[in-house]
């Protein structure tokens, strides 16, 4: 019996899992790979799977999705909208959405499996379909390289992947080079000597070391990163106090600092802590700064020959007006760690997954829409069609283009 996408998807999206917790969407996976004929190995990575199917001689080819929902209250108002919750690694109970469209990934390799397998007639090598774990997390793809996954599957002669995006659906696009930032998440504490809010000259106030530390933050890109480079450093938390009349004994920020090259980076991060450290000794702090370095991404970097060759292909089945230059992306990815473990070439794309309607007149080459609802918000609601089929026509497009 042929998959429904449709009903998959809807049931996916109702039904979201936080990360290295997607038991659920794991199995549903590996039922339907054993159901295609595909060899099945589950548990890669603490919840990745991974269906292997051998068909004579030819390249190997690894078709990638990732899994992972958000903890994200969804507010599209769809009718197949989720309620799940679910319990972060904090222990807090928090509301779960595939607010970015990972049910859309999963559903579009599964159709993609299908039809690969009920094709082989027309092909011969070996595809590799992969369901990541905690992509969201930046770890996913490293937990199954480190659990033995190229033990398990053959070498990939190119790693293949996409994610959906503020696009028109229906719409690819793909760049050649570095495609995603790098991504660092820091948290830093700063440490002073608490008292009472009348008496601020017996402490050492540690949520006025964080403020002012978040505003020095903003100077290394305006002073330490050249015009002709990019970075993005962004204070996304800050913690301090638990009451107006009391100055804490410590205070904490969190950033998320984006990068496109290995130079920038290492700059950025040891202006970061440079900066911190120099705060905490101008205000007297009774220690310095402890920084702790949490999730992490690297560049994702398109093989150029390999790009091409995918672009090739999907115009020739897509057409030339389906089919763009996305440029360079500051939101980050792990799937190149799935290629670099092995020395693969990686070509990594968008769909699109929006109503038409939503972009007349407007000019992609600037990058994506900032006026429509994008990944990681609550309102962010892909079109199943022609989401779905493009996402499927575009893994199985490139997939062919390696297969003998």
Aim: charged share 20%; with cysteine; glycine share 12%.
């Amino acid at each position: 019996m042929a998959l429904n996408l449709e009903e998959i998807y809807v049931d996916l999206h109702q039904n979201p899992e936080l990360s290295f917790q997607e038991f659920r969407t794991a199995g549903i996976v590996a039922g339907h790979l054993e159901d295609l004929g595909y060899e099945v190995h589950t548990e890669i990575g603490q919840t990745g799977v991974v269906g292997v199917l051998f068909n004579g001689d030819g390249p190997t080819v690894l078709l990638r999705a990732d899994m992972d929902g958000l903890p994200v209250l969804e507010e599209t108002g769809l009718d197949y909208a989720s309620e799940a919750r679910g319990t972060d690694r904090a222990g807090n109970d928090v509301p779960v959405m595939h607010a970015c469209g990972h049910d859309v990934h999963v559903t579009a390799l599964l159709g993609a499996a299908e039809e690969l397998a009920e094709t082989t007639n027309e092909w011969s090598g070996t595809v590799i379909a992969l369901f990541q774990p905690a992509e969201e997390e930046g770890g996913g793809a490293q937990a199954m390289v480190d659990d033995g996954l190229y033990d398990i599957v053959p070498t990939p002669d190119v790693v293949l992947g996409q994610h959906v995006g503020p696009l028109p659906a229906g719409l690819v696009g793909l760049h050649a080079g570095v495609t995603m930032a790098a991504a660092d998440s820091i948290g830093i504490t700063m440490h002073g000597v608490g008292g009472h809010g009348s008496r601020p000259e017996t402490t050492v106030d540690p949520v006025l070391m964080t403020a002012t530390l978040a505003v020095r933050l903003q100077q290394i890109v305006s002073r330490e990163v050249g015009p002709l480079e990019q970075a993005v450093v962004t204070v996304g938390q800050i913690h301090g106090g638990t009451k107006n009349n009391i100055i804490p004994a410590k205070a904490s920020l969190g950033l998320s600092v984006r990068t496109f090259n290995r130079d920038v980076r290492s700059r950025v991060i040891g202006a970061i802590e440079r900066i911190a450290n120099a705060e905490a000794e101008a205000a007297g702090a009774v220690r310095a700064p402890e920084i702790e370095y949490q999730e992490s991404f690297p560049l994702t970097v398109n093989d150029p020959d390999a790009t091409e060759r995918a672009r090739t292909a999907l115009t020739e089945v897509l057409g030339a007006d389906n089919v763009i230059d996305s440029g360079v992306v500051s939101g980050s990815e792990d799937v190149g760690v799935l290629a670099d473990a092995v020395g693969a070439p990686l070509v990594y794309w968008f769909i699109g997954g929006s109503d038409h309607s939503l972009f007349v007149g407007a000019d992609f080459t600037q990058g994506f829409p900032t006026d429509i609802a994008s990944n990681h918000s609550p309102l962010f609601a892909p079109v199943i069609e022609p989401t779905l089929s493009a996402g499927v026509r575009a893994l199985v497009t490139t997939a062919r283009e390696w297969l003998a």
